[in-house]
C-alpha cells in the first residue's frame, strides 16, 4: 500500500493562455521519490526469476511460449525479442551481477541453455521440463 499517490494532474486551460494561445490542457505529474521508495520496499516481491531471449527470429514464437508458461507457473520473467547483440551481451553481464535463476537462450526449438546468475555458469537441456528438474 503507498502513503501517497504516484501520479497527479488536472486541467491547466489558463496556463497556455499566459504563453500566447488559448487552449484546452490537461497535465499531470509523477511523485518519482514516492515511486524510487515504494520500489526499494518491494524489490523481494519484484524479483525477476528469468530473463528469455531467442537466438534468432524464428524462435520468436517458442519464447513467447516459454514465457507465458514459466509466468503461468509463477515465475517473474522477461522477455527480450531484441535481437541486437551488443543487447544480448549486456543482458548476460546484468545475469552475472543479479540475484535471479538465469537466463534462458533459446537456441533452436529443441535446444534451451540456462546461463546461470549464482555460478555463472550454462547448462543445455532439450525441453523446458528437463531444465526445470535439473536446472533450478
Known sequence: MLPSPLLRGGRYDELMGKYGRDAAATGFAVDVESLMDYSKNNVENNQIHFVVIPNKP????EAIHLT???????FKVILDLNLNPQQKEL???ENRASNFYGVILLET???????????????EFSNLEELLKGGI
Open 91 to 93: 543482458r548476460l553481464k
Open 58 to 61: 524464428s524462435l520468436r514464437r
Open 68 to 74: 507465458e508458461w514459466l509466468r503461468s507457473s509463477g
Open 109 to 123: 526449438p529443441r535446444k534451451l541453455k540456462l546461463i546461470e546468475s549464482r555460478k555463472g555458469s550454462g547448462k
